[in-house]
């Protein structure tokens, strides 16, 4: 069985960097991109780029360029998706996913 | 960026009765692999988008066969043949032949 397991919510302060986690298991971590889709509070989804486990290359949505990281750890089968200088804006659910199967999502609240 | 329509943002639709959701891409998601990479997703209230179908026409594992895609190009369609009380919920098309990858703005659908 596919399973996308994230992180826990997250509560941050303008300014701050978040960091959150997907754990693959049940296919070849390094056989598929990994994505992170971004959803605001009753808007709807939005691309933020993707990893290729295989050799850690990113690409990543042009408004995120600068603010994201993201990484693949193959010993762990685990993902990772770091945005930094946060914004009340970027309150939204995240979730990561193999375009196949997508995780529970992690919802970041960022509020002064 | 290839911007991705769907129409009608909303359906209500009383159980039993058909329902389509069109989908137009700005350019064609044909990828130079001979692939058409436009996907359907559902999300439900509060869950995470599960996918129906893939590659444009092909239902994705466990789906219904009351849910059926078609077409080429930059025009798409997701049919269900006979809605039941489940199928309520955010419908969504995303294309990942061309970076960045994106979505279309989502039809809900409820019963009436």
């Known amino acids: 069985e596919v399973q996308l397991v994230q992180s826990g919510a997250e509560m941050k302060r303008p300014g701050d960097t978040v960091k959150i986690s997907c754990k693959v298991s049940?296919?070849?971590?390094?056989?598929?991109?990994l994505h992170w889709v971004r959803q605001a509070p009753g808007k709807g989804l939005e691309w933020v780029g993707l990893v290729d486990p295989e050799d850690n290359k990113k690409t990543y949505a042009a408004k995120f360029q600068g603010r994201i990281t993201m990484t693949a750890d193959t010993s762990t089968n685990t993902a990772y998706m770091m945005l930094s200088n946060l914004r009340s804006e970027d309150t939204a659910v995240f979730y990561c996913?193999?375009?196949?199967?997508w995780g529970q999502g992690t919802l970041v609240t960022v509020s002064s | 960026d290839v911007v991705m329509t769907q129409t009608p943002l909303s359906l209500s639709v009383t159980p039993g009765q058909p329902a389509s959701i069109i989908c137009r891409s700005s350019?064609?998601?044909?990828?130079?692999?001979?692939?058409?990479?436009l996907y359907w997703y559902l999300q439900r209230p509060g869950q995470s988008p599960q996918l129906l179908i893939y590659e444009g026409s092909s239902r994705f594992s466990g789906v219904p066969d009351r849910f059926s895609g078609s077409g080429s190009g930059t025009d798409f369609t997701l049919k269900i043949s006979r809605v039941e009380a489940g199928d309520v919920g955010v419908y969504y098309c995303?294309?990942?032949?061309?970076?960045?990858?994106?979505f279309g703005q989502g039809t809900n659908l409820e019963i009436k």
């Open positions: 350019q064609s998601l044909l990828h130079d692999d001979g692939t058409t990479y």
């Open positions: 995303f294309q990942h032949t061309h970076l960045p990858y994106t």
């Open positions: 996913g193999n375009v196949d199967y």
């Open positions: 049940g296919y070849s971590f390094s056989d598929h991109y």
